[in-house]
């Protein structure tokens, strides 16, 4: 029941910019402004339908990245070790 009181509440930016394509003094029928609010809401859907799609690719691109950069982090580190421990057998030697 929250669920659906937040995506209610989520939506009313959309109904009310939908509000703003439509003038209060429209006098074409009640089916063609009915036809317009889906097709408002299809096109809605599809830019949606693609962000996500877009969000997917970054995600998956970041976890690559993530990856790599964690990989180059142990490798420094690993790096750093070795050359201690060449000048401390330098310094003992």
């Not at 969000?55 to 982090?73: G, N, P, R």
């Amino acid at each position: 029941m929250k669920q659906l009181g937040v995506l209610l509440i989520g939506s009313a930016p959309l109904i009310e910019g939908i509000k703003g394509f439509i003038p209060k003094d429209d006098k074409r029928k009640d089916s063609e402004r009915l036809n317009d609010l889906e097709e408002a809401m299809s096109m809605q859907s599809n830019l949606n339908e693609q962000y996500e799609n877009q969000m997917k690719v970054v995600q998956s691109t970041l976890e690559k990245v993530e990856k790599s950069l964690k990989f180059l982090t142990y490798a420094s580190i690993g790096a750093i070790v070795l050359a201690f421990a060449a000048i401390i057998i330098a310094l003992l030697k």
